[in-house]
């Protein structure tokens, strides 16, 4: 496996910061490791040759080498760069007031448009007080039509299909449909094809002159290679689109088509897709993704979901609990429960600093921490505020009711038992012994990299 | 239907010398036609870079470096390349620009060359390939050509629609199966791998020549879902000894250097036997097959040059390294 950007990043900086001077040439020297990580990143060849010389000049003028703290300062200066070739950006989606919006996907085959109109769609939902339309207008696809149908069924968003007509048919349709119900915005599914071609480009040109979308987003694999910029310049060349989708963000890719397609056409990243459940897709934040690239993690995004999904009133009183050390298992599923409010663990995990990129080599399984809530959910009450009450025969109870057996409903309550005395623990400000008291399921995530000897919960099949 | 007619009908006004125009017939010409674009963005990159250059220095040096780093080719790989090129010129074996552009294809062939590329399936029994990959990587179109093949040499295929996560997958690979003319097990509310377990079943009770299985798109990186598929994996080779024969992965030749650790972590779980380098007929250069030996050695065996169910070609290094350069 090669080393990602952050590796790197992290490497090279970490170097800077035990040398007590900097010189022109060890800076040369750890930018050229920064280049060949964007290299490896994807991102393309010019952008990343115009970054490096950027970068170099600031770093080696005065100011670095004068400065307090130089290393931190070149940090400073390479996140702002790619920071600055990401953004400004504003996702906002403007809203017609006199008849339904019309939003355009358009995209290459397989970059996931379909998908993508369906998680626009939700997120128009959720955050805009409208009621978004589908247009199943890739009417070239096999299967294109049922698929967007069955998503729309899931997320219940109406689309407006035909098999027998034509791409631009069915996008006036749709339009049309939307005015008459005071529905919109209409988000148009496009044909995509495997690449650039006359014919598809003939056929977005006249559906963008005929049917007029207030918007055009191009739809991008975040895993493409140098031919990313190729095809967005195309696509921009030909429609002018106004943002870019960024999607399969949640992979290993590491973002090189987000730092180079705005550079090269000049349009932003707007938003971008994370994985395959509809409600994975988020407006782009290039300060955020800076950070992330650089191993900061998004801190900001963390803390954002995290308000979202815990109630202040629950938090506080979870605290108190916490604090006096009166925890007990209700309490634990209530924040096992709110850590689930706030999206899958693995995503979670990817926000925090320095776990991001190191994502892959960290094998955890979210159903092992369902399993502990369905092991906490075949609890009476009185099981919960008091677990040392549970005997065998209770425990041959909870785990028939959960579906695990008594050795896993065990194994809970001992780290239960033991997560208590850390908490009392921490509350004192031990924190290193947090680690070691995570149930099942927690545990690798916090725990030593596989290969090594872990602690705690071992992973039952 | 034909991308090949509308390829050469819109290119060869633009190609003002280049072989497209004398592309010969028959496999040859018709992976030349596929990669002209890939051809031109490397070799006619690297010739112009050639010819504006009478002396090989660094400054030569750093535009080949361009010119393979646009056409997907991965950092170590160029190093290497332009290291290698480097030496030759110190060693006296490259003494002028003529020669640079014979030395790259030979070092690039080479990399290419001891790949063992022929499908292994069984000699007697029917044979059973697995197709795995990442999400909107091509996998079923590249299932229903490589059914296609096996149809057109007279067996029968069955396929096995184990996508039963992406919605309508299962309708895409029936519209499929239907054109190239093979049979489909399915059943919608099924865990995958009892799909594949029935379709191994069926293809013992029906006396079918060729299984092919297609899978659910994932990321590579989601732990979870590469244990289902070794399920899959499991499953089959219980039903069908040493099934499946072949392990198949499909990259999108427009993936960057991502295609390498796609490879790897498939291969980690279910141990591939080969590649299928999908949609090869654009401007991507599926460069980065290059850069793969440096860090798994996995052979590509076919390649995708178009939307037609015929378009899936047996990888050959020669053609293809001399198709990027001729």
């Not at chain 1, 906002?92 to 339904?100: F, H, K, L, T, V």
């Not at chain 2, 490589?146 to 184990?162: E, I, M, P």
């Amino acid at each position: 496996m090669f080393e990602t950007l952050t590796d790197t990043l992290e490497g090279f900086f970490s170097k800077m910061r035990g040398r007590p001077r900097l010189t022109e040439k060890s800076i040369k020297e750890g930018l050229r490791e920064v280049r060949l990580a964007l290299l490896e990143a994807d991102v393309h060849y010019r952008v990343v040759k115009d970054f490096i010389e950027r970068v170099t000049e600031k770093a080696i003028g005065e100011e670095v080498i004068k400065g307090v703290n130089p290393a931190q300062q070149i940090v400073k200066i390479v996140h702002d760069e790619i920071e600055a070739l990401m953004g400004p950006v504003d996702s906002r989606i403007p809203m017609r007031q006199d008849g339904p919006t019309v939003l355009m996907l358009c995209g290459l085959q397989g970059s996931g448009k379909t998908t993508t109109a369906a998680k626009l769609a939700l997120h128009i939902r959720r955050n805009y007080s409208a009621r978004p339309i589908m247009a199943a207008a890739d009417v070239r696809r096999p299967a294109a039509i049922d698929q967007l149908e069955t998503l729309g069924r899931e997320i219940n968003v109406p689309v407006v299909s035909d098999r027998g007509a034509d791409a631009l048919m069915v996008a006036m349709k749709a339009r049309f449909e939307a005015a008459e119900k005071e529905m919109g915005p209409v988000i148009l599914d496009t044909a995509g094809r495997l690449h650039i071609d006359d014919e598809m480009m003939g056929e977005l040109r006249e559906m963008k002159s005929r049917v007029n979308p207030d918007q055009i987003y191009l739809v991008a694999d975040a895993m493409t290679g140098q031919d990313a910029v190729n095809s967005a310049l195309e696509f921009n060349r030909q429609l002018e689109f106004d943002g870019i989708i960024l999607t399969k963000l949640d992979g290993d890719a590491r973002g090189g088509a987000a730092l180079s397609i705005k550079a090269v056409t000049g349009k932003p990243v707007k938003f971008v897709g994370l994985g395959e459940k509809l409600d994975r897709f988020e407006e782009f934040h290039p300060d955020r993704m800076a950070d992330r690239i650089l191993g900061m993690g998004d801190v900001v995004g963390l803390v954002e979901k995290a308000q979202e999904a815990i109630e202040d009133e629950d938090a506080r009183e979870l605290e108190e609990r916490l604090r006096k050390a009166k925890f007990d298992l209700e309490d634990f599923r209530k924040q096992i429960q709110m850590v689930k409010r706030m999206g899958p663990l693995r995503e979670i995990m990817g926000h925090l600093p320095f776990i991001g990129s190191k994502l892959d080599q960290l094998d955890f399984d979210e159903s092992q921490v369902n399993k502990v809530e369905a092991i906490i959910n075949s609890m009476t009450p009185r099981e919960r505020e008091r677990p040392e009450i549970i005997n065998s025969s209770r425990r041959v109870r909870i785990a028939e009711g959960s579906g695990t057996d008594p050795v896993m409903v065990n194994q809970l309550l001992k780290q239960f038992k033991q997560m208590k005395k850390v908490m009392r623990k921490m509350s004192r400000g031990n924190v290193e012994a947090f680690a070691d008291a995570l149930p099942p399921g927690f545990d690798q995530m916090a725990g030593p990299p596989p290969g090594t000897r872990r602690r705690g919960g071992k992973k039952r099949k | 239907m034909c991308p090949f007619g509308l390829f050469s009908k819109k290119e060869k006004p633009e190609e003002d010398s280049g072989p497209l125009e004398e592309a010969s017939p028959g496999l040859l010409g018709k992976l030349r036609n596929g990669l002209a674009k890939t051809r031109r963005k490397v070799s006619g990159g690297l010739r112009s870079v050639l010819s504006l250059h009478r002396s090989i220095d660094e400054e030569l040096l750093e535009e080949l470096e361009e010119q393979l780093y646009l056409a997907d080719v991965g950092p170590r790989a160029v190093m290497r390349y332009c290291e290698e090129l480097r030496q030759a010129h110190r060693d006296g074996h490259i003494q002028n620009t003529d020669q640079v552009m014979d030395f790259l294809k030979d070092l690039m062939r080479d990399d290419l060359s001891d790949w063992d590329t022929e499908l292994h399936l069984p000699e007697e029994g029917p044979a059973v390939i697995m197709v795995a990959g990442v999400n909107g990587s091509g996998k079923t179109t590249s299932i229903a050509k490589l059914a296609s093949r096996f149809v057109r040499s007279g067996q029968r295929v069955l396929l096995a629609a184990s996508d039963t996560f992406r919605a309508a997958a299962i309708e895409q690979l029936e519209i499929w199966a239907q054109r190239v003319g093979a049979d489909i097990v399915k059943n919608e509310s099924a865990d995958p791998a009892a799909v594949a377990f029935d379709a191994a079943e069926s293809t013992l009770a029906r006396d079918y020549n060729v299984l092919i299985i297609d899978t659910a798109g994932r990321l590579h990186t989601r732990r979870n879902l590469m244990r289902e598929l070794q399920k899959i994996h499991r499953v089959v080779g219980r039903k069908i000894p040493g099934a499946p024969h072949e392990t198949l992965i499909v990259l999108d030749a427009t993936t960057g250097q991502n295609a390498i650790s796609q490879a790897i972590q498939f291969n980690e779980s279910i141990a591939l036997s080969g590649i299928v380098l999908a949609k090869l007929d654009g401007t991507a250069k599926g460069g980065v097959i290059f850069g793969m030996k440096d860090q798994i050695e996995l052979p590509v065996k076919f390649i995708g040059i178009g939307e037609g169910v015929d378009d899936l070609l047996p990888f050959e290094p020669e053609p293809f390294v001399e198709a990027l350069f001729d």
